[in-house]
Structures are given as structure tokens and as C-alpha cells.
């Protein structure tokens, strides 16, 4: 049973059981887009993202949250996130 509570949440975002960090920062690297998927999901529900650069510090929060599982990947979440919150802001 997973008791980190991130390792719960990393779990549910890749739909699979990430029992240690290492397994987590696998995932990461392997598809830093579906971390920065999940990101921009809880950006744009979030009340207190209400620009660009919220939404991008929001990310920021999120990713120091998670440095420990994040790692090397963080700049490749960070771009694919920054790529997204880019064509909302294009729609909107």
C-alpha cells in the first residue's frame, strides 16, 4: 500500500501503482507530458489561477512540490505545461 501521499497522487495521474521514488521518476521521464497534463488540469480548475502567469507559477508550486520525484524531468513538464497553458490562452 502506497503511503506518500504524492506517490498516491503520481500513481492515479500515471494509472499505475508508483510505490518508490525511483518508479516514480521513471514514469516522469518517460512521459514528463502526462505530469504536465495533470498540472494544467488542476491550473485550470484552480480559483486562483486567473492568467498566464499564475498559471505558470502555479506549475512552479506544483513542481517544487514534487522535486523529489520530478527531477531531471522538470524542464520537459515545465515546457509541455507552458505549451498548453500557451494554446489556452490562444482559445480564450
Not at 13 to 38: C, H, K
Not at 50 to 72: M, N, P, Q
Not at 75 to 91: G, I, M, S, Y
Request: charged share 30%.
Amino acid at each position: 500500500m502506497l503511503t506518500d501521499p504524492l506517490l498516491r497522487q503520481l500513481s492515479r495521474i500515471y494509472q499505475r501503482p508508483l510505490e518508490t521514488p525511483l518508479a516514480a521518476r521513471e514514469a516522469i521521464v518517460r512521459d514528463p507530458g502526462v505530469l504536465a497534463s495533470a498540472l494544467f488540469l488542476e491550473a485550470a480548475e484552480s480559483d486562483d489561477v486567473t492568467s498566464i502567469e499564475s498559471a505558470l507559477a502555479y506549475c512552479e508550486a506544483r513542481l517544487d512540490e514534487l522535486a523529489e520525484f520530478v527531477g531531471e524531468a522538470r524542464r520537459a513538464v515545465r515546457v509541455r505545461f507552458e505549451e498548453k497553458v500557451q494554446a489556452w490562452a490562444k482559445v480564450g
